[in-house]
């Protein structure tokens, strides 16, 4: 059915709220931003064509109330709502609620992010379209003794995962059964306070497997295109930290394998719109459905670089009920894309948030050069919300100019005010194994844990340098209690690294 489209309500902040506000400039479509009284002076604010307040800062009383966002919608004459990503993106009674309110919901159907959107019900979908799965349950545990009897079917390591979780929210590493107990319940009431629902499931730990997910659309003619591959290994706890495409291990064959699974899986469920599937890939190239994700992407810009399409615009003309118009063999990959996630926060003192104002921002461009941002000099980031600030993605005919041009990018980024983690990724991209691609999902952490034990002995090593110095200047032979002021220094240093890491 073909649907008229004239004024797009975002339901969102921050950068992606402004990417989506540009797509729909480009179309001719107004726009209109919400916004908390935190964001009362956001950049999405100052670019929408109009706003209006949801409500207080927290985003229970702002963002996530789907009744204030209908309500604005209603008031402005709003005849569609995109809602990026987060915050009510994967929401079907949200969904559910702007189709009864007569208004366009740019996203799936609710049916479909039903089936898809809960993890549990999506690994059965999966079973049912014949796509393989990491081995566990399929259905939300209800006891840690249920749970101790899978694990124990399918073997240590294992996973505790939140049925309705992302973000690595509700989600527990188990190596052996007597933690098990423990963990089931830390992972079930993480779950309960993050998603309104503490039920958790469990499955196989893939050890170092390599985390590589495809990019789908599909329109309501029952037309569904892979749009190539995303690599997302490096991640902290469970987050994603770097996204490139495409993966530097997945070929021709293993891209088109894990591609028509995707679409499979998504057709089987009625699925419109965008919409991505992730995958586990392990050393032999075997591939694992891990979960589909019923919204657009964080990192979509590097499916948008490689592709040469506009997914946000695609999004919008899909909701119209217009047709793809692309065939699967119009979906050419060319070049090679990275996107960092620039955020407040401090890595050197457990990546905590970094509020504040921004002081200065000396943003990086030249060629290859796309940033999404969300924030402007002057702009006080708040503590309530997710502190990522932009996107930086770098584009080049090959990964090797890619991580170059992305080095040149983050030496121009200057963010006064406030920490960010720009450094963290200056000591990525400059690793050999990152250069090689030699990743999987604990490279990170293996990373973090080497440099640390670098930092350590470089203080270790600078106080006995200082000491021998003063010894020198002073004429005296090295005495004990300097060793022990020595030794007490290492004490010192490795306590404040175990405070920097808990």
Not at 149 to 166: D, R, S, T, Y
Not at 248 to 258: K, P, S, T
Not at 443 to 464: C, F, I, K, N, P
Request: hydrophobic fraction near 45%; proline fraction near 4%.
């Amino acid at each position: 059915m073909r649907r008229t489209i004239q004024k797009v309500l975002i339901a969102n902040r921050g950068e992606i709220a402004l990417r989506v506000i540009r797509a729909c400039r480009e179309m001719g479509l107004r726009t209109v931003a919400v916004y908390s009284d935190a964001d009362r002076a956001a950049l999405h604010v100052l670019h929408a064509d109009e706003a209006y307040r949801l409500g207080p800062a927290p985003a229970s009383e702002s963002y996530l109330r789907g009744d204030l966002i209908l309500e604005a919608a209603r008031h402005c004459g709003a005849d569609a709502v995109h809602p990026g990503y987060g915050f009510l993106s994967e929401n079907a009674e949200f969904a559910e609620a702007c189709a009864t309110a007569g208004v366009t919901f740019i996203g799936p159907p609710a049916n479909a992010m039903r089936v898809l959107g809960s993890k549990t019900r999506a690994r059965q979908t999966a079973d049912a379209a014949g796509i393989p799965r990491v081995p566990g349950s399929v259905t939300g545990l209800t006891s840690a003794e249920e749970a101790l009897k899978v694990a124990e079917g399918i073997g240590f390591p294992v996973m505790l995962k939140a049925a309705a979780g992302g973000g690595g929210k509700g989600m527990r590493a188990v190596a052996a059964r007597e933690e098990l107990a423990a963990a089931y319940a830390a992972a079930s009431s993480e779950a309960e306070r993050s998603f309104g629902s503490g039920e958790v499931y469990i499955e196989k730990l893939i050890e170092q497997p390599r985390h590589i997910e495809i990019q789908l659309m599909a329109d309501q003619y029952g037309r569904c295109l892979y749009l190539g591959e995303r690599e997302c290994s490096v991640q902290r706890r469970h987050q994603k930290v770097i996204e490139e495409a495409p993966s530097a291990v997945v070929g021709e064959d293993l891209r088109r394998r894990m591609g028509e699974a995707a679409v499979r899986l998504a057709l089987s469920a009625g699925y419109v719109n965008a919409g991505t599937v992730e995958f586990l890939v392990d050393s032999d190239q075997n591939f694992y459905f891990l979960e589909m994700n019923t919204r657009l992407q964080v990192e979509h810009p590097v499916t948008e670089l490689v592709t040469g399409l506009d997914l946000v615009r695609m999004q919008i003309r899909v909701a119209m009920g217009e047709p793809l118009g692309l065939k699967q063999e119009d979906v050419q990959l060319r070049g090679h894309a990275i996107e960092c996630r620039i955020y407040a926060e401090d890595p050197e003192n457990s990546f905590f948030p970094s509020p504040g104002l921004i002081t200065r921002l000396v943003q990086p461009g030249g060629a290859g050069i796309r940033e999404d941002c969300g924030v402007y000099a002057g702009w006080t980031v708040p503590l309530e919300y997710d502190p990522m600030l932009s996107k930086l993605v770098a584009f080049a005919e090959t990964r090797e100019l890619a991580i170059d041009r992305m080095l040149r990018a983050l030496d121009e980024y200057v963010i006064g005010g406030i920490k960010t983690n720009i450094g963290l990724f200056r000591r990525i991209l400059n690793d050999p194994d990152f250069r090689a691609a030699r990743i999987d999902t604990g490279y990170l952490e293996r990373l973090l844990a080497r440099a640390a034990s670098v930092d350590e002995a470089t203080v270790a090593d600078e106080v006995v340098a200082i000491a021998a110095a003063l010894l020198a200047v002073s004429g005296c032979e090295r005495t004990p209690a300097v060793a022990d002021s020595v030794q007490q220094s290492r004490w010192a240093t490795a306590g404040r690294q175990e405070g920097l890491r808990t």
